[in-house]
Each structure stands twice: as structure tokens, then as C-alpha cells.
């Protein structure tokens, strides 16, 4: 063999073996536990707006509070925190989240449930600073439905 072909077989290996470890590295796995920052959007689609779930594991279980910027909700007690393995449920302020962890998106996927009305939502771990000020400034995302026009042109 030459040595260009010694080399490139070589270097493909490596790109193979490297490629079957890296989804290894890049694949959000379970949390150790539920405790932490978790940042979702939720309600319809005219009204969606940003909730953040604060959940502390103490020596009693866990306790946790939570934000929604938009309708100056500040510290609303959630209980009781119920978070057994890979399923997380609580309830608060007139609400109620129960979802399941995605451990290939690090992800809570569930269910909010609040005045009558469910809507699906993904609690995210937040590393972001969430200020009351700095939440104002996020923007909402913009959820089109298939039967929604385009804006009329000049509007």
C-alpha cells in the first residue's frame, strides 16, 4: 500500500470512531435531579407568554416557585413538587405542569393546565438571567397557524 492510502484509511478511521462519540458528548442526558432553572413558553397562540419554574431540592423535598413577566406573576408557590425518576408534576398559582424528561433534548415535554385550557409546553434549563428587566426585553416566539394570511402589504 502506499503511503497516502496508509494515511487515509487512518485518518477515516478516526473520523469514524470520533463520529460514533460524539453524539455521546452532545446528547443532553437526565439531570441528577429536578432541581434547578426551567424557562418554557406557554398558552395560545395569541397570548403566549414566558413562565420560569425554580425548583430547590432541600433536606424536606423539593420546593420551588415560579415567574410569568407578562402577567406580573412574581415567586407564585408551586406544590407539591412530585418527581419521581424521569417525570416531573406541579402546581401553583392556578396552574398545573405535569411532563416527561427528553433526555435526547434535555427537556421537561408535558402539559400546562390553567383556567379550563391545556397546552403542550417544554421546560428548558436556564442558564439566562432572569431579571424581571431582562425578560421584558425577550422577545415572544411568533407561532403562525396554517390558516393565518400574510399581513396586507404597506401594514
Known sequence: MTRACVTFIAVAGMALGLGTALPAWATPTFPANSAGDWAGTIGPSGARRHVFVHIRNTSAGYVGRMDSPETSA??????????????????????????????????????????????????????????????????????????????????
Open 74 to 155: 412574581s415567586s407564585v408557590p408551586i406544590a407539591p413538587i412530585d418527581a419521581p425518576a424521569d417525570t416531573l408534576a406541579f402546581a401553583g398559582g392556578g396552574a398545573r405542569f405535569r411532563g416527561d424528561w427528553d433526555a435526547s433534548s434535555g427537556q421537561w415535554r408535558g402539559t400546562w393546565t390553567e383556567s379550563g385550557a391545556s397546552w403542550p409546553v417544554s421546560l428548558k434549563y436556564d442558564l439566562e438571567d432572569t431579571s424581571p428587566a431582562r425578560i421584558a426585553r425577550r422577545p415572544l416566539p411568533t407561532v403562525r397557524t396554517p390558516d393565518a394570511s400574510p399581513p396586507a402589504a404597506g401594514r
